[in-house]
C-alpha cells in the first residue's frame, strides 16, 4: 500500500529576498524530506521580478500560488517605509490565505511562514497545523528581534539612542549604535511597533527555521538554544536550516555572463545593491569614479539614483556625449567600455557570482547576496543600506572577516579615493586572507547542507515533527 506524503503550505512575502529562500526551502523539503509544498505568494501588481523568478525549473510536487494581488495605497502614505509596507501586505493577504488552505481538500500538517507572516499562526492553529517562521536573514537578527520586547524603553530610548550606547542582547555580539536598523532607533516608526510584535509571536511557533548554519554562528546559534537561562518568552526550538541559496541555472546564456568568459580569473569586481538598493546622486557620482580610479574590470548593477537631495540636480547635465545615462559621470561608457559592464536592469545574480572571472563583490549585504558570495568564495565590499544589512556588515568585517567596508559615518557620502582603496584591498593581493576566509565558509557551508550534517538534520527534525503530527 502507497502512503500518503505529508502536506506542507509556506507563505512568502513579496520582497524577492525573501521569496528566492522560501523557494529553495519548499524545493529541499519536497526533494530530500518526501513532502508536498506548497508555497503561497503575496503578490502586489507590480511584482515583475517576481513573475522572473516563478518561471525558473521547480519539482513536481511543489506547487506555487499567487494569492490574489494584495491593494494597499489607501492604508499608506508616500513616507511609508518598505518594510512597513511589507508588514501591511501580509496583514492584507491573511483572508485569502485562509481561503486558501481551507479550500484544500487534505489539510496540510504544517504553515511555514516567512518573518513578516507571523500573524498567519492564528490560521495555523484554526485549522490544527503546526506553525513555524523561517528567518530569512541571521540568528543574530533573530536574537535582537525576539529580544526586542523585553529591551527597556528606557535602554533603547536612553541609554542606546541618547547616548549611543551598544545593545545588549543576551549571549551574543553586542549591537553597536551605529550597526542598528532604523526601526529599533526610532520608536516612533510603524515598522519597530511591528518588530516587537514580531518579537512576541515568533517563539510561539513550534520552531524557528534560519537561514544560516552552526559553524557560521555558533555563539549565536548557543545562545539561541539556551533560551531558558535567557529567560526568553517561550522555548521555541531554532533550527540552523542553511544555507539556502538559488543555484546558478546551468549553461544560461547571457550578455553578461558571454562578457565574463572573456575576462582573466577572479578579475572582475561585481557590484550590486539587492533587487531595490539605490543610492544618492552623489553617491553614485562617486561608485562611478571610484570603479574608474580602481582601474579594476567591474560589472555594476545600477539603479536610478533617489532624488533626495537638492544637489542631486546639479549631477544631471541633460545632453550626453554617448548612450552613458543622465545619473552617470559624462562619458562613463565610452571610457569604461573595454573593462567594465553596466547593467540597468535585473542582472543574473546567482550565475555571476558563480563565474571563476569574479573576484569581488561590493554589496549592500542582503541576505541572499552575502550567502552567495559566501557559497562562492568571493570577499565582499560591504556597503550596507537598509533593513538589518549594517548588522550583517559588521558580522562580515569583525565576525568572520570576509569583508572590509568603509568606515565614513552612514549617513555621509563615502568618498571616491575610499572605494578605490576598498576594491583594491578585496581584488588585490591583500585580499588574499579574506578570500581565504570565503572559500573556508564556503566548505563548511556545503558540508552543513550534506545528509547527516548540522543544517540537513535540522530539517529533518522539522520534517519528522510534521509527520508525528499527522498520526
Ligand atoms: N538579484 C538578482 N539580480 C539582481 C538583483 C538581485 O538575481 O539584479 C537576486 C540576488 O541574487 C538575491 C536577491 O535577488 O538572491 C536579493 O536578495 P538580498 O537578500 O540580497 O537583497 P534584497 O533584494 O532583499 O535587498
Known amino acids: 500500500m502507497q502512503t500518503m506524503k505529508p502536506h506542507v503550505t509556506l507563505l512568502a512575502s513579496p520582497g524577492m529576498g525573501h521569496l ?4 529553495e526551502l519548499g524545493k529541499r523539503l519536497v526533494s530530500d524530506h518526501g513532502f508536498i509544498a506548497t508555497i503561497f505568494v503575496v503578490t502586489t501588481n507590480t511584482s515583475l521580478s517576481q513573475s522572473q523568478l516563478l518561471k525558473s525549473p521547480i519539482p513536481q510536487l511543489l506547487e506555487i500560488v499567487l494569492l490574489p494581488p494584495v491593494d494597499i495605497s489607501a492604508l499608506i502614505n508616500p513616507s511609508t517605509g518598505i518594510l512597513t ?9 491573511l483572508p485569502s490565505l485562509r481561503q486558501a488552505i481551507s479550500a484544500m481538500r487534505f489539510r496540510p500538517t504544517a504553515l511555514i511562514v516567512d518573518l513578516f507572516g507571523t500573524e498567519a499562526f492564528a490560521i495555523a492553529e484554526e485549522l490544527n497545523m503546526l506553525k513555524y517562521v523561517f528567518i530569512t536573514s541571521t540568528a543574530w537578527f533573530l536574537a535582537l528581534t525576539i529580544h526586542l520586547p523585553a529591551l527597556d524603553a528606557k535602554v533603547v530610548e536612553e541609554e542606546h539612542v541618547k547616548n549611543h550606547e551598544p545593545l545588549l542582547i543576551p549571549g551574543c555580539s553586542s549591537l553597536r549604535f551605529d550597526d542598528t536598523f532604523e526601526p529599533v532607533l526610532d520608536r516612533n516608526n510603524q515598522m519597530y511597533v511591528e518588530y516587537i510584535r514580531m518579537g512576541i509571536e515568533m517563539p510561539t511557533a513550534d520552531g524557528i527555521l534560519v537561514n ?9 546559534l548557543g545562545a539561541l538554544g539556551d533560551n531558558m537561562k535567557l529567560g526568553w518568552v517561550t522555548q521555541a526550538p531554532v533550527y540552523p536550516i542553511g544555507p539556502l541559496i538559488r543555484p546558478a541555472e546551468p549553461g544560461l546564456s547571457s550578455e553578461v555572463l558571454a562578457w565574463l568568459d572573456m575576462q582573466p580569473q577572479q578579475s572582475v569586481v561585481y557590484v550590486s545593491f539587492g533587487s531595490g538598493g539605490t543610492l544618492s546622486a552623489k553617491q553614485t557620482t562617486e561608485l562611478a569614479w571610484g570603479l574608474e580610479l580602481s582601474e579594476q574590470r567591474f560589472i555594476w548593477v545600477v539603479r536610478p539614483p533617489v532624488e533626495d537631495d537638492a544637489a542631486a540636480a546639479v549631477f544631471k547635465t541633460g545632453k550626453r556625449s554617448d548612450d552613458t545615462p543622465d545619473f552617470l559621470p559624462d562619458c562613463f561608457l565610452t571610457r569604461t567600455q573595454k573593462t567594465g559592464l ?5 542582472a543574473p545574480q546567482a550565475e555571476i557570482l558563480s563565474h571563476p572571472s569574479v573576484g569581488g563583490f561590493l ?15 568571493v570577499p565582499m565590499i560591504a556597503w550596507p543600506l537598509y533593513a538589518e544589512q549594517r548588522m550583517n556588515a559588521a558580522m562580515l568585517t569583525e565576525d568572520i572577516g570576509v569583508a572590509v567596508r568603509s568606515t565614513a559615518n552612514p549617513s555621509e557620502v563615502v568618498g571616491r579615493e575610499e572605494i578605490e582603496s576598498m576594491i583594491r584591498e578585496i581584488m588585490e593581493k591583500k585580499g588574499n586572507a579574506r578570500r581565504a576566509r570565503a572559500e573556508a565558509l564556503k566548505l563548511s557551508g ?14 529533518s527534525h522539522v520534517a519528522n515533527d510534521c509527520v508525528m503530527s499527522l498520526k
Open 212 to 220: 544560516t548554519w552552526q559553524d557560521l554562528e555558533p555563539k549565536t
Open 363 to 377: 554589496s549592500h549585504c542582503g541576505w541572499n547576496s552575502t550567502l552567495e558570495s559566501i557559497a562562492n568564495g
Open 446 to 459: 556545503e558540508n552543513a547542507l550534506r545528509k547527516g550534517a548540522s543544517s540537513y538534520n535540522s530539517l
Open 342 to 346: 553596466v547593467i540597468l536592469k535585473w
Open 85 to 93: 509596507q511589507l508588514a501591511i501586505m501580509m496583514r492584507q493577504a
Open 20 to 23: 528566492i529562500p522560501v523557494l
